[in-house]
């Protein structure tokens, strides 16, 4: 009995249409084993929905396979020519097979003798099943590149559109319902203090679904939404964003805020107060992570907070793993060592908190000037650019590319003037509101969400180390001579 290796391919779903699926093949390939007596030891498979590196892995396995067995079997099998190997040199390693292992190459629908004139036949159906396919992949690419221009997606669109048919081709429109969830998203990631996994949090809360088979909506797809460009009316090509057809679901001024903010921050911490590199490990210096653990009650569920350090299980290191209610415990220990009852020492501290704002003022305007210069000179290559392509010095890739990075740069140099704006009218009062807040830390504490927490944090500690189960914070000036106990004669005016 004659024994076989055989393939069968297919690559796309247009093939299949017509006629050339895996079961057609497969069917085939048998007929032929039977009807000359033989059997096929072993089949391979590769599908229309397979990646280039599984079809490659699996073409290299056959060779292998084909190499090993050699002296057990006696053909290889194919369905046709151009079915047996995606390009001419898998073909040329076929025909190794051939001559220098003694397998025959067997195409069931191609039939073709062993000899000179039967090779030509083959490596001619060979060269023009390459060059159909090398063609197909130019005209497909020249498709693309004129929806591109057309200002259409060349693949589904994103979450917020849909792809629909008119006039016998695909166009994008607007998803209504999925476009309000991505409006919602941004307004609240631009305008509220929210880290990605808050984000997330707020959305369930609010009943806000994704898809209905994925109810939930996941940290990196709301990453993925707040980066894709195609909301502000662009489609992507090649690395490259271009004018679209399809209708903007975000304002600029948003836009830029987003990416001001999310920016460095990305996945940066969960709603835990002393997570997010505040705080680092006394043992090994390593940061100190957050986990959450939910557990079931009779009431329903309550969720749990633990801290450890980044290398808990490390050899060797403490397996310190403490709840966030201990903490919060000792924080407010710390918080009671601050209250001052003496009235002159009330007067110092609110003297040393206003010479600190004037500090910060004068750094805000020197922080200013330096962006302004940033911004004109942003503004300044852009113009030079714009001239460059004007006048052809440039391909239209190249502009793309640096325009797109040069917008990106100018409108976070602006947002971050915003932001300086804001904080300069504001820092006048930041004497008298950190002076009142110092005497009530413990009581706003205990009411506080996640960003309060960790606003009063980073206005009264520098950061923290856990040392075994004691929190040990470095206090920032002059919450740090309240914590140690005040000695007037070792000050000089404003100074501490």
Request: proline share 3%; aromatic share 8%; charged share 30%.
């Amino acid at each position: 009995m004659k024994r076989y290796v055989a393939l069968a391919r297919v690559s796309s779903r247009e093939q299949e249409r017509e006629g050339f699926s895996l079961a057609v093949q497969e069917d085939a390939l048998r007929r032929y084993a039977e009807t000359t007596g033989g059997e096929i030891v072993k089949l391979f498979r590769i599908a229309e929905t397979a990646s280039k590196s599984d079809e490659r892995k699996t073409f290299k396995e056959l060779i292998a396979y084909a190499k090993k067995h050699a002296v057990e079997l006696d053909a290889l099998l194919f369905y046709k020519v151009d079915r047996a190997a995606r390009n001419l040199f898998d073909y040329v390693e076929l025909e190794r097979l051939e001559s220098e292992y003694g397998l025959a190459f067997i195409s069931v629908s191609q039939p073709t003798e062993n000899n000179p004139a039967g090779r030509m036949m083959r490596r001619t159906l060979a060269n023009m099943a390459s060059f159909y396919t090398e063609q197909q992949s130019l005209d497909v690419k020249e498709g693309l590149a004129r929806r591109v221009q057309e200002g259409w997606f060349v693949g589904k669109a994103p979450y917020g559109y849909r792809n629909v048919r008119k006039d016998g081709r695909c166009v994008t429109e607007t998803d209504p319902a999925a476009a309000a969830v991505v409006r919602r998203i941004f307004q609240l990631y631009a305008y509220e203090p929210l880290t990605v996994d808050a984000l997330r949090d707020r959305l369930h809360a609010e009943n806000v679904e994704y898809r209905p088979e994925a109810p939930r909506f996941t940290r990196s797809k709301l990453h993925h939404i707040l980066l894709d460009r195609s909301y502000l009316g662009e489609v992507p090509f090649k690395g490259n964003w271009y004018p679209g057809n399809h209708e903007p679901l975000v304002e600029r001024a948003t836009w830029d805020r987003v990416q001001a903010l999310i920016g460095g921050h990305v996945y940066h911490a969960h709603e835990m107060t002393f997570a997010g590199g505040f705080m680092t490990c006394a043992h090994c210096g390593k940061v100190v992570t957050g986990e959450q653990v939910t557990k079931k009650t009779k009431t329903g569920e309550r969720r749990y907070v633990y801290y450890r350090c980044s290398r808990y299980t490390a050899k060797g290191h403490p397996r310190v793993r403490l709840p966030e209610k201990e903490l919060d415990r000792q924080l407010m220990a710390i918080f009671d060592s601050i209250k001052i009852q003496d009235d002159s020492v009330r007067e110092w501290f609110r003297t040393v908190l206003a010479s600190q704002s004037r500090d910060e003022q004068a750094e805000t305007r020197t922080k200013r000037t330096e962006l302004q210069r940033q911004a004109s000179l942003l503004t300044e290559q852009q113009d030079r650019l714009l001239n460059l392509r004007l006048s052809d010095e440039i391909e239209q890739d190249t502009f793309a590319a640096k325009h797109t990075e040069l917008r990106e740069r100018l409108a976070s140099i602006k947002l971050q003037l915003d932001v300086l704006d804001r904080s300069h009218d504001e820092t006048a009062e930041l004497a008298s509101k950190v002076f009142e807040l110092s005497q009530t830390l413990k009581e706003q504490w205990v009411d506080a969400d996640y960003a309060s927490k960790r606003r009063i944090l980073e206005i009264v500690c520098l950061n923290c180390r856990l040392d075994g189960t004691n929190l040990v914070p470095t206090m920032r000036k002059p919450f740090d001579v309240l914590v140690e106990g005040l000695d007037l004669s070792k000050s000089r005016g404003e100074r501490i």
